[in-house]
């Protein structure tokens, strides 16, 4: 008990009570549910939002069962789809990264920018949204594409949930030390 609340200072500390610390909720989203996430996560800091997005909007197909057939064979050949500019990430302290579960990994856009935003020293926190298998790989594979970050315990969240996820959103950040209790 007493070690746990030692972690939670430190991290409260590192993520909240540095000078000047800013912070970003980096995230994609095809269908809506991942951004229903990250602005609530956006709207308990005060974090700022940056949506990723591929450079052609018609990039996936609309019909599900085809974006699923593109996506596993992306996955596959570890293609990088295009993006739009990530924006500048010096002034920011933490970075949260949400992707929607897609093959049990992150969607491929995020993947893209993880190779090319660099996060080293930074706080890195991952969230995602799922149609059923949770964090799967999910936040592993972000872990990994961030060797140089530290990185506080993610939350995964059902899709169908993601708009009534506000409660479940304070009480994960409230653990990690991100907001006081
Ligand atoms: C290409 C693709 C692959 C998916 N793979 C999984 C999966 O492996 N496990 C899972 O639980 N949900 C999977 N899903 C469902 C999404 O993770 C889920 O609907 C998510 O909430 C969508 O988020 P979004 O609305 O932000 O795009 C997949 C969806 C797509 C489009």
């Known amino acids: 008990m007493k070690k746990f609340f030692t972690v939670g200072l430190i991290a409260a500390s590192t993520v909240a009570g540095a000078a000047n610390a800013k912070t970003l909720v980096a995230y994609y989203s095809r269908t809506g549910n991942t951004m229903n996430v990250a602005n609530q996560i956006a709207a308990a800091t005060g974090a700022d939002l940056y949506r990723i997005e591929t450079v052609d ?12 057939e593109q996506a596993q064979r992306e996955i596959r050949d570890g293609t990088l789809p295009p993006i ?15 992707t929607p579960c897609w093959w049990g990994t992150m ?36 872990v990994e594409l961030t060797p140089n970050s530290t990185h506080l315990n993610g939350i995964a969240i059902y899709g169908s949930q993601s708009k009534n996820s506000t409660d479940m959103v304070h009480e994960w950040l409230t653990e990690i030390g991100v907001l006081s209790e």
Do not use: C, Q, W
Request: no cysteine; aromatic share 12%.
């Open 107 to 142: 969607a491929s856009p995020v993947r893209t920018f993880l190779t090319n935003a660099d996060l080293s020293g930074k706080t890195v926190v991952p969230f995602n949204t799922h149609g059923g298998s949770g964090f799967a790989n999910v936040h592993m594979n972000i």
């Open 84 to 98: 739009k500019d990530i924006p500048d990430l010096t002034e920011y302290d933490t970075v949260f990264v949400g």
């Open 57 to 68: 909007e018609n990039y996936y197909p609309t019909e599900y069962t085809a974006t699923t």
